[in-house]
Nanobody, 122 residues
């Protein structure tokens, strides 16, 4: 059973910090690139950050550069998103994404977690 479970969301004031976690199971986590996405109410889901299988290469959308840090601990099958200097516009449900998991010798699928809600408000 392939599963991604996010945690760590909550309510935080502007300028505050949160650290999100994504725990993966059911596949060889350490061999796959992983991503974070987010979706605000009534908006399209948007990409936030990407990390390669070892954590040596990362990419971020412009609006979070310098504030967010994506990381992973392959020994724990877990990916993280450290979010600092949070702004109201960061309010969204944040989703963990595994885009290209080989689930059988001839099948590749993408997987999503159920999301964790982040609300930035005073």
């Amino acid at each position: 059973q392939i599963q991604l479970v996010e945690s760590g969301g909550g309510l935080v004031q502007p300028g505050g910090s949160l650290k999100l976690s994504c725990r993966a199971s059911g596949f060889t986590f350490h061999t796959y690139t992983m991503k974070w996405y987010r979706q605000a109410t009534d908006k399209e889901r948007e990409w936030v950050a990407t990390i390669d299988e070892t954590g040596s290469e990362t990419n971020y959308r412009d609006s979070v550069k310098g504030r967010f840090t994506i990381s992973r601990d392959n020994a724990k099958n877990t990916m993280y998103l450290q979010m600092n200097s949070l702004k109201p516009e960061d309010t969204a449900v944040y989703y963990c994404h595994a885009p290209t998991v080989i689930v059988t010798p001839r099948k590749i699928s993408d997987y999503w977690g159920r999301g964790t809600r982040v609300t930035v408000s005073s």
